[in-house]
């Protein structure tokens, strides 16, 4: 099952069998003040994530900032290196996919609100009929709550519900959207909000799915959403 999913994974993010040898870790860059600071973020985070082995995942990420200082490590990407390091052990792989995936992931974070274009978010998702909420605000919350970290706490700590989530929105950017939008419409009505009202957004964005039965709702009402949306790029 490991081997598959790294398969798939591999696939969606178009990575090549053979992989580049990983990059030295900088000891220049690890002096600098830019990654001491950065050091104190991954070690409160590391404290707060569960399931993830602290050395490992610490080697990853000063590899990643002393080999991409621009982006360095942010806050919330520890989500995303839990679920590679469930999917495999090889830290060549995990190294290289994290670089893949947070190319995809960056801009909705706060890379992309800092560099003053984030990604714009379809109408069909902020727009929706049951909403109430400046759409401003609710793109916002949309980008780092959900699609910045593939809904990395939004799955009850368990990769194994979070892993059919991925396998849908890893297909695209219409899926990630596609997926945001059944995700507002199941949580709002699970909640019995109505209408959805700004204080409301603290309580729908820290929901958490905590069963198959209800990652299979959402995912079967995201896979029509796609559907109904297909041309929309």
């Given at each position: 099952?490991?081997?598959?999913?790294?398969?798939?994974?591999?696939?969606?993010?178009?990575?090549?069998?053979?992989?580049?040898?990983?990059?030295?870790?900088?000891?220049?860059?690890?002096?600098?003040?830019?990654?001491?600071?950065?050091?104190?973020?991954?070690?409160?985070?590391?404290?707060?994530?569960?399931?993830?082995?602290?050395?490992?995942?610490?080697?990853?990420?000063?590899?990643?900032?002393?080999?991409?200082?621009?982006?360095?490590?942010?806050?919330?990407?520890?989500?995303?290196?839990?679920?590679?390091?469930?999917?495999?052990?090889?830290?060549?792989?995990?190294?290289?996919?994290?670089?893949?995936?947070?190319?995809?992931?960056?801009?909705?974070?706060?890379?992309?609100?800092?560099?003053?274009?984030?990604?714009?978010?379809?109408?069909?998702?902020?727009?929706?009929?049951?909403?109430?909420?400046?759409?401003?605000?609710?793109?916002?919350?949309?980008?780092?709550?959900?699609?910045?970290?593939?809904?990395?706490?939004?799955?009850?700590?368990?990769?194994?519900?979070?892993?059919?989530?991925?396998?849908?929105?890893?297909?695209?950017?219409?899926?990630?959207?596609?997926?945001?939008?059944?995700?507002?419409?199941y949580v709002t009505d699970r909640l019995g909000l109505?209408?959805?009202?700004?204080?409301?957004?603290?309580?729908?964005?820290?929901?958490?799915?905590?069963?198959?039965?209800?990652?299979?709702?959402?995912?079967?009402?995201?896979?029509?959403?796609?559907?109904?949306?297909?041309?929309?790029?």
């Open positions: 099952m490991m081997d598959e999913r790294r398969v798939c994974i591999s696939r969606s993010l178009g990575m090549k069998r053979r992989l580049p040898v990983l990059p030295a870790i900088r000891r220049t860059y690890l002096a600098s003040e830019q990654w001491k600071a950065q050091d104190i973020v991954i070690h409160s985070d590391l404290n707060r994530t569960s399931n993830l082995s602290h050395p490992r995942a610490r080697r990853i990420m000063m590899r990643y900032a002393s080999h991409l200082p621009r982006c360095g490590y942010i806050q919330g990407q520890l989500y995303l290196l839990r679920v590679l390091f469930d999917v495999s052990n090889d830290e060549r792989w995990v190294f290289w996919a994290f670089v893949f995936l947070t190319i995809r992931t960056n801009p909705f974070g706060p890379l992309g609100f800092d560099s003053g274009d984030p990604p714009a978010l379809p109408h069909w998702v902020v727009d929706r009929a049951s909403l109430s909420v400046d759409a401003g605000l609710l793109s916002r919350f949309i980008s780092l709550r959900w699609a910045y970290i593939l809904w990395g706490q939004s799955c009850d700590d368990r990769n194994e519900l979070l892993w059919p989530v991925w396998n849908f929105v890893l297909r695209g950017r219409i899926h990630i959207m596609s997926f945001a939008a059944a995700m507002l419409d109505g209408m959805l009202e700004e204080g409301d957004l603290p309580f729908v964005f820290g929901y958490q799915l905590s069963s198959q039965e209800e990652v299979g709702k959402v995912l079967a009402e995201a896979q029509q959403i796609a559907i109904n949306h297909s041309t929309w790029k």
